[in-house]
């Protein structure tokens, strides 16, 4: 599979959740287009690495007295979760004579975070109809038991910081205890996503640490050279992936600074934003998005409750047509304000403070 390559695979419908409707846009003809707009996985290349990553450190463990562990970090909405979806839909559980294989065995770690609630999870993972019942000790023993016997390859944890939310060194260590104990008897490479903190865990133990020595931390998209290029890239896939034909180019220059302002680099805001304009193109039996669309689909879908009533017609609406003129008076502000401060007192010269006001400008 290529960089520029999009897949069609099954994944967690997304809904409109402005309250508009209440009904299954999917189920509906009119919204049928929208289900596919669900359905897309964009393979962007930095999304392909990581997949590839993955899948080395299954491979790389077969056969080996110590299975390569890997930790996938980064912020919400980059796409740690997408990458596991997508991984596990390319590695699906299968039902043969023989009973149930699971090649890729992944659960969610549950909130309030447990040791025992962790295992139910990965037991109900495998089938296990008893998944909530017994000790730990117990629930332990049947995951030991079941990884072996359903196959089990590689298993992935996601969200694993909900451990280190309670922030507590006993539980920290009991955690990683628990986990090495899970590595060293089922022998299979443990995959951990979550946020940045999720460090915390691996530090309790040196040995877990060692194991866990290949570190991917996944980035939002940046603005700034040379991220920008990348950047304009995913929204041209973005925009061949979806059903229906857009008026605008969501990968123009222009347009792209107004996607970046909207969603911080972030691909779970440009997709939300993408697939919301898509639902009211079929809401209007439009078949092309528009630029309108998308500042109504930024509106509904990103803004705080709060901050709802601003809706499409505001001019700080990233897709508004007249938000960069906005943005640039800003800027001519914040220039004009620290500019006329002397050298001495501001500690910049003139040049460098409209070089700090362009990349607040640029930036967002």
């Not at 280190?164 to 443990?190: C, F, G, M, Q, Y």
Request: hydrophobic share 40%; with cysteine; proline share 5%.
């Amino acid at each position: 599979m290529d960089g520029e390559s999009v897949q069609m695979t099954t994944t967690q419908n997304d809904r409109h959740d402005d309250g508009a409707a209440s009904f299954d846009p999917v189920l509906n003809p009119k919204f049928e287009k929208y289900g596919e707009a669900n359905k897309v996985v964009i393979e962007y290349p930095r999304m392909m690495r990581a997949l590839k990553k993955v899948e080395d450190c299954r491979q790389m463990s077969k056969g080996a007295r110590e299975p390569e562990c890997m930790l996938i970090i980064g912020q919400p909405g980059v796409g740690k979760t997408t990458i596991k979806d997508h991984y596990l839909s390319q590695h699906p559980r299968q039902e043969t004579k023989a009973g149930t294989h699971v090649p890729v065995l992944a659960a969610t770690i549950p909130v309030p975070a447990k040791m025992s609630t962790m295992a139910t999870a990965l037991l109900a993972g495998l089938g296990d109809p008893l998944a909530a019942h017994g000790a730990l000790d117990a629930k332990t023993l049947r995951l030991y038991k079941l990884v072996k016997d359903c196959g089990v390859e590689l298993i992935i944890l996601d969200e694993f910081q909900h451990f280190i939310d309670r922030d507590n060194d006993r539980v920290l260590r009991s955690v990683a205890d628990w986990l090495k104990n899970l590595i060293t008897e089922t022998k299979k490479p443990v995959v951990l996503t979550g946020l940045p903190c999720c460090r915390k865990v691996l530090e309790a133990n040196e040995q877990l640490r060692r194991r866990f020595s290949c570190q991917l931390n996944v980035n939002a998209f940046s603005w700034r050279a040379p991220g920008r290029p990348e950047f304009r890239k995913f929204l041209a896939l973005l925009q061949r992936s979806l059903p229906l034909e857009s008026a605008i180019d969501f990968s123009d220059e222009e347009m792209a600074k107004r996607f970046y302002h909207a969603s911080h680099g972030r691909v779970g805001a440009l997709t939300k934003i993408a697939k919301g304009a898509v639902f009211i193109a079929l809401e209007k039996g439009e078949k092309r998005i528009s630029q309108e669309m998308l500042a109504q689909s930024f509106a509904d879908r990103l803004l705080p409750q709060e901050d709802r009533g601003r809706r499409k017609d505001d001019p700080d609406n990233p897709f508004h047509a007249g938000w960069e003129h906005v943005q640039k008076q800003a800027f001519a502000a914040i220039a004009s304000k620290h500019a006329s401060k002397p050298k001495a007192a501001s500690g910049r010269s003139k040049k460098q403070v409209r070089q700090a006001a362009a990349e607040v400008f640029r930036a967002g």
